[in-house]
């Protein structure tokens, strides 16, 4: 590779990286302005805005349940009980139990959940706000003086929040149980014994750290799809294309929190 050419490389990933840097700090300025366009509001003891609310936590985490289910089926039956016959070769039963809790439940039940609520809840919600940007909707709403962060953003961001860190609890919860009960039934009754080790196993740090990530999981697919729909100008094409890079944020931010969590649990 010649000089040239390396400079522009380092040059376009410079320019890629200040891009991305400065995409993240309007994030948490749209995200600190709706969370306030919100407490003045009332917060949830605003009628429309708790409605709002509970009508998205269903969307995202009601309706997404059967899909959460069939997926953590598939990881206990496939995952956790490969890991169970294989750990108990090499390890004892606390071992066995810690791997199931940090990789299966940790892990595996924050991204896999994520993942499902990108592309079911973070691409609507893309898609929702791009069509009401694109008919002028919002304008129509913020000249009858009516708060679009208030009624419209935030109910949005607190149920992706409540919803992916149910929904997280659940998948790890079920994958879990559904794979040592496999385990038990094929090979022997005393692997049920894992059920008890496992929530053991558990530290208070990592419960912790797992409620926070999800959290932060649930904020951040909420923040990129409302900010990327409210930025569609007058072109119908922009919606899919701001859906989809609300879709990429998304997954880039996710896995990136998901790298600095494990950092700090090492």
Known sequence: MSQTASLNLISLLGRR??????????????VMAVMRSWRNRGGLFN?????????????????????????????????TTQLI?????????????????????????????AIVMIGRSGSAIAVDLGNM?????????EL?????????VSPRLIGMVIAQLVLAIYFSAFSLVTGITLAALLES?????YLFAVVSAFEPLDLLLFFIKNLLFGLVIG???????LSVGQSVTQVPQVTQ??????????????????LILI
Do not use: W
């Not at 294989?86 to 606390?94: L, N, P």
């Open 189 to 193: 009754t005393s692997n049920f014994k």
């Open 47 to 79: 009628r429309a805005s708790r409605a709002a609310s509970i009508t998205q936590l269903i969307f995202s985490g009601i309706d997404a349940l059967p899909t959460i289910t069939i997926l953590a089926l598939a990881v206990g039956l496939s995952v």
């Open 17 to 30: 990286s200040l891009n991305y840097l400065l995409y993240i700090i309007d994030l948490v300025v749209f």
């Open 133 to 141: 940007s694109l008919n002028r909707e919002v304008e129509g709403l």
């Open 85 to 113: 016959f294989a750990a108990q070769v090499f390890g004892q039963e606390a071992d066995v139990a810690s791997l199931l809790a940090n990789l299966v439940a940790l892990e595996f039940g924050s991204l896999l959940t």
């Open 144 to 152: 009858l003086g009516i708060d679009v962060h208030a009624f419209f």
């Open 245 to 262: 890079k609300a879709i990429v944020n998304s997954l880039v931010m996710v896995f990136v929190l998901d790298g600095v969590f494990v």
């Open 223 to 229: 923040a990129n799809a409302c900010l990327k729909g």
